[in-house]
């Protein structure tokens, strides 16, 4: 018997794992724990119950801190939110009142991307930005976004390829703001 990991489109405990920092920090829990189980050989046996036991307690330590308010996402040795400043192209820049563009990577090639950005060059097919090769899926990905259009919200399309670039498409004159967050695999 082989211990298999939760689907990734739904929550665990939605009370415990609403947001998806908590997802996929319990994911990866979850995977480090996946290892076949052979009731005929006592010493694996042994050893993964000790594992699922583990499992279990950290778990309920995880749950123990979210019910006394504690809700930073155990990640110590992950990579912080990186700005997206320095990459923007073609006069795209952060909405001064917003959150700054940011992205991250987690050790499972899970990749966040989120801003509000104000158009600079507004072309179907101009890039936004290039993220990191570190950071780029193996095909091209299509998302859809908002944009601000005289106090109408619009839906805009973004590709990422695998190059790096996040080109908008579907935008004209009069957009002010466009906002998103992408989540997707580098795999």
Known sequence: ?????????????????????????????????????????????????????????????????????????????????????SLYQNGWTDVPSYQTGQY????????????????????DGTTLFSLPSSCCPQSPLVFPVYASHSGTILVAGLILYPSGPVQIHGVSGGVTVVGFTLDFSIY
């Open 104 to 123: 991250t990577i987690d050790r499972s090639g899970n990749v966040q991307v989120r801003c509000a950005i104000q158009p600079g060059t507004l072309a």
């Open 1 to 85: 018997m082989a211990l298999r990991p939760p689907p990734d489109n739904e929550p665990i405990v939605p009370s415990l794992f609403a947001s998806i920092s908590w997802k996929r920090w319990f994911r990866e829990l979850w995977n480090s724990f996946s290892t076949d189980v052979d009731p005929q050989n006592p010493v694996n046996f042994e050893q993964e119950m000790t594992r699922d036991t583990d499992l279990r307690d950290r778990v309920n330590s995880l749950e123990a801190q979210m019910i006394a308010g504690d809700t930073t996402p155990p990640y110590p040795d992950l990579p912080e939110w990186q700005p997206l400043a």
